[in-house]
C-alpha cells in the first residue's frame, strides 16, 4: 500500500512583479496543480469568486496567460467576521514549450477551478518506430 502524504495548506501569495504592468493594482497567484500524459498537460487553477465571463486566457510569444477578475460588487456593503482569503484579482503566466499545440489549448471553469488542457504537438508525442 502507497504512504499517504498529507496535505498542507498554502497561504495565498501575491504574484511578483516579473513584467511591468500597465494598471497599478495588485494581484494573486491561483494555487495551481499539472498532470502531464503523453498527451496532454493537464492544469487546474484555482480562482474562487471569479466568474467564467471575467476569466482571460491568452497565448503569446509563447506565455500562457491567465487573468481572473472578482466582481467587487458582490462585496458591497459585506463586513466580513472571519476571512481565510483576500478578494482581489489572480494572474498567473506559464511558459510553454514548443511541444505543446498552441491551437488546440482548451479550457473550461467549474465551481471556481479552471481546468486547461494542453494537448502535445503531434511531433512531440511518443510514438513507435518500425525496424523494416
Known amino acids: 500500500m502507497a504512504a499517504q502524504q498529507e496535505l498542507q495548506v498554502r497561504q495565498k501569495q501575491e504574484v511578483e512583479k516579473a513584467q511591468e504592468s500597465t494598471r497599478p493594482m495588485r494581484a494573486f ?16 487553477l484555482e480562482m474562487p469568486g471569479v466568474d467564467r465571463e471575467n476569466i482571460e486566457i491568452s497565448v503569446e510569444n509563447g506565455v500562457l496567460t491567465v487573468e481572473g477578475k472578482i466582481n467587487f460588487s458582490k ?26 499545440d498552441q491551437d488546440k489549448i482548451k479550457a473550461e471553469m467549474q465551481d471556481g477551478v479552471i481546468t486547461l488542457v494542453l494537448p502535445m504537438a503531434e511531433q512531440a508525442k511518443p510514438r513507435r518506430i518500425d525496424v523494416k
Open 29 to 44: 497567484l491561483p494555487t495551481t496543480d499539472i498532470f502531464e500524459t503523453d498527451d496532454a498537460l493537464t492544469m487546474l
Open 75 to 100: 462585496y458591497e456593503g459585506l463586513q466580513p467576521v472571519y476571512s481565510e482569503y483576500n478578494i482581489g484579482p489572480f494572474r498567473r503566466t506559464f511558459r510553454i514549450s514548443s511541444r505543446i
